[in-house]
């Protein structure tokens, strides 16, 4: 079936410009997280989604970082203003449930110039 | 602040040879556990996960869980190159969510022809 899909897979932008990337979970998985990974490092949190719930927004690094979900499936992670310490790869996952396991998109590379 | 702590490797371990990563949690009210694949430059791929104490069998992979010694582990039979990757251990507390699940940042294993 149908995993995660990120959109664009790849993206560069110059520093001070507005990004927004895409995620389509899997069909009827009610979590959705995103996450970012620096280069040989870890995975970060950012924000996570359950259902109807508000949003916990505790890992977003600064208020230029935004992201929404609609209808409970596509979510939308907004960095507005980018900086060159953005660049990563910005990862998102669903879950069936909130202790089921996570199940990844291939990620958004992006590079701030 | 839940801890979850893995050896970053690199662990290097001859073909054909058994590879054991090991994983050690903070958070006594942890009950689900996971394992997650990273090939570079890739997402990462669930591999395992396991909610009972003992050990829990899929093909070459076995996940180890001891909640009382507050480890969880993964075995890798019969190691093969193409299992060189980045493994990350991934822990989740009883009441789910975003703060529940804290990933480790991964051993990096390297399987030697």
């Known amino acids: 079936g149908a995993g995660v899909s990120q959109s664009p897979s790849n993206k560069v932008t110059e520093k001070g410009k507005d990004v927004e990337l895409r995620c389509d979970p899997i069909?009827?998985?009610?979590?959705l997280y995103w996450y970012r990974q620096s280069l040989g490092q870890g995975l970060e949190f950012l924000i996570y989604?359950?259902?109807?719930?508000?949003?916990?927004k505790s890992g977003l690094p600064s208020d230029r970082f935004s992201a929404e979900r609609t209808g409970g499936s596509v979510s939308t992670l907004t960095i507005q203003r980018t900086q060159q310490e953005d660049s990563a790869v910005y990862l998102c996952?669903?879950?069936?449930?909130?202790?089921?396991?996570?199940?990844f998109g291939n990620g958004t590379r992006l590079t701030v110039t | 602040q839940k801890e979850v702590e893995q050896n970053s490797g690199p662990l290097s371990v001859p073909e054909g040879a058994i590879a054991s990563l090991n994983c050690t949690y903070s958070d006594r009210g942890s009950q689900s556990f996971f394992w997650y694949r990273q090939y570079s430059g890739k997402s990462p791929e669930l591999i395992m996960f396991?909610?009972?104490?003992g050990d829990k069998e899929d093909g070459r992979f076995t996940a180890q869980l001891n909640k009382a010694s507050q480890y969880v582990s993964l075995l890798i039979r019969d190691s093969q190159p193409s299992d060189s990757a980045t493994y990350l251990c991934?822990?989740?507390?009883?009441?789910?969510?975003?703060?529940?699940?804290?990933f480790g940042k991964g051993t990096h294993l390297i399987i030697q022809p």
């Open positions: 991934a822990v989740n507390d009883s009441g789910g969510g975003a703060d529940g699940l804290t």
């Open positions: 069909s009827g998985h009610t979590a």
């Open positions: 996952a669903s879950s069936l449930a909130e202790n089921s396991p996570l199940h």
């Open positions: 989604f359950q259902g109807n719930s508000a949003p916990d």
């Open positions: 396991i909610y009972s104490n």
